[in-house]
T-cell receptor, first 114, second 118 residues
Framework: SQQGEEDPQALSIQEGENATMNCSYK?????LQWYRQNSGRGLVHLIL?????REKHSGRLRVTLDTSKKSSSLLITASRAADTASYFC??????????????FGKGTHLIIQP | GAVVSQHPSRVICKSGTSVKIECRSL??????MFWYRQFPKQSLMLMAT?????????EQGVEKDKFLINHASLTLSTLTVTSAHPEDSSFYIC??????????????FGPGTRLTVL
């Protein structure tokens, strides 16, 4: 079932500015991941944050996780035109077998204006 | 990172025909693969979990007789859309998890297959 909800659904900013996207979820999770998808293409994995982590960095990306509020944020600093894409959060429920598929949010469409 | 491929990348077929989509893990063995569907401007929805050597597990609302899944080897899963209709037109994406990469490892996604049913 769809549980992730990103906001905003669409975001347009100027190149060089920071972009922040939020994601909320409803059930307990094992981890939360962020993916990027360029129009009509496959998914690119950006970053994974475990349920016992609060913040993680990777290059220009910063992800936070607040399990008490069941929410996460993705910050892209110093945005570039190439960052234009749709961004999805995805969660995996705690599972002994570890074979659960991911539940994706609705996504945020980010447009970086040159 | 690990590489997952899909074939074909794009297919157009007539209504009533069946279409097979392949998903391969190229540099690792995947005991479990996942199939997702994405309609235009929407998110990905998990359709089924493909288990090597056993039956697939389908999500609620997904017809197992319409979307046949076969995971015959540790590197290949196939999704067959039987008697396709225009409403089956969608972007189908598979993913796989490397079981040796630990409990928190991410899924690796294929590039997707665009199915258009006329």
């Amino acid at each position: 079932s769809q549980q992730g909800e990103e906001d905003p659904q669409a975001l347009s900013i100027q190149e060089g500015e920071n972009a922040t996207m939020n994601c909320s979820y409803k059930t307990s999770i094992n981890n939360l991941q962020w993916y990027r998808q360029n129009s009509g293409r496959g998914l690119v994995h950006l970053i994974l944050i475990r349920s016992n982590e609060r913040e993680k960095h990777s290059g220009r990306l910063r992800v936070t996780l607040d399990t008490s509020k069941k929410s996460s944020s993705l910050l892209i600093t110093a945005s570039r035109a190439a960052d234009t894409a749709s961004y999805f959060c995805a969660t995996r429920a705690p599972s002994g077998g570890g074979a659960d598929g991911l539940t994706f949010g609705k996504g945020t469409h980010l447009i970086i204006q040159p | 990172g690990a590489v997952v491929s899909q074939h074909p990348s794009r297919v157009i077929c007539k209504s009533g025909t069946s279409v097979k989509i392949e998903c391969r893990s190229l540099d690792f063995q995947a005991t479990t693969m996942f199939w997702y569907r994405q309609f235009p401007k929407q998110s990905l929805m998990l359709m089924a979990t493909s288990n090597e050597g056993s039956k697939a597990t389908y999500e609620q609302g997904v017809e197992k007789d319409k979307f046949l899944i076969n995971h015959a080897s540790l590197t290949l899963s196939t999704l067959t859309v039987t008697s396709a209709h225009p409403e089956d037109s969608s972007f189908y994406i598979c993913s796989a998890r490397d079981p040796l990469a630990g409990a928190y490892n991410e899924q690796f996604f294929g590039p997707g297959t665009r199915l258009t049913v006329l």
